[in-house]
């Protein structure tokens, strides 16, 4: 088994808020992040795949179509986006970067030919990142 | 679902690696540069993975400010501009990064209660670094 990871670059706002929550509740809990304006971060992805190398092609997986599928199914959605606005999983989800990392996952999980996914880590800052592994 | 959570954090601290069970000369054949008696100093930096379910309510396995609060309080603090040779738990145990990653990782486990601690990792430049996780191995 082998393990290859691509990475992948996107900025997008957003902003931390419980409609559920009393307004104090959302201060107190999600502090700066709650400012309704929204603020930004530019996120880095690291989507790793794992299967056995083909012994004709010496891949994992072919790269160009990871790349392909990344694009589409994520970086398109959510580069230059308002996640709280404009990606439909944040409507009823909190865009921290947990869930973050969540959604991409289930972006990817059915998209991928040949390889399975790993994990899907997502930086917010280069001192803060998620992994999510497909665990319930 | 279960996400996991890393935060890196910095510090800078000196030391100096010497065993009172070894010689003089064993200690510079193992330690060599290491064992110069002025010791010498790293900016540390701390890598710290919690683990748990998302809480629906919040998107979060943890709040940052509750993991951030205990890690500034129990570790930076205690670690930071520090000479480790001269703390308590560095008299009878040699501050080499390993045995400061285990003692880290017992620290945070017994001050942070919020999320399942997964790992300590520590590099000590930018070449090296150390991971603990306790009895479990650390999930790459």
Not at chain 2, 20 to 41: D, L
Not at chain 2, 104 to 125: K, P
Request: aromatic share 10%; glycine share 6%.
């Amino acid at each position: 088994m082998v393990y290859l990871t691509r990475k992948a670059e996107f900025s997008a706002s957003h902003y931390y808020h419980n409609p559920d929550f009393s307004p104090e509740e959302n201060r107190r809990v999600f502090g700066k992040c709650n400012n309704p304006n929204g603020h930004g971060h530019n996120y880095t992805l690291e989507v790793t795949v794992k299967g056995e190398v083909d012994p004709r092609s010496g891949f994992v997986v072919d790269l160009k179509q990871l790349k392909e599928v990344m694009h589409r199914e994520v970086l398109d959605a959510m580069d230059h986006r308002f996640l709280n606005k404009e990606v439909p999983e944040f409507s009823t989800r909190i865009p921290t970067t947990e869930n973050l990392a969540i959604a991409v996952w289930q972006r990817l999980e059915t998209k991928l030919q040949k390889a399975r996914l790993h994990r899907v880590r997502v930086y917010e800052t280069p001192d803060l990142f998620a992994d999510f592994y497909g665990e319930q | 679902m279960k996400a996991h959570l890393t935060r890196r954090y910095r510090f800078s601290a000196s030391h100096r690696l010497h065993s009172e069970q070894m010689s003089a000369q064993e200690n510079r054949a193992t330690y060599g540069k290491c064992n110069n008696p002025f010791g010498h100093g790293h900016n540390y930096v701390l890598e710290v993975t919690v683990s748990g379910q998302v809480d629906p309510s919040t998107g979060m396995v943890c709040n940052l400010v509750d993991l951030d609060g205990v890690v500034e309080r129990e570790v930076l603090s205690r670690y930071d501009l520090s000479n480790l040779n001269g703390l308590q738990e560095f008299a009878q145990v040699v501050p080499t990064t390993e045995n400061l990653s285990i003692e880290i990782f017992e620290i945070l486990q017994r001050g942070f209660a919020q999320a399942h601690l997964d790992r300590v990792r520590l590099e000590e430049t930018m070449m090296n670094s150390f991971e603990y996780a306790g009895e479990s191995e650390p999930r790459h």
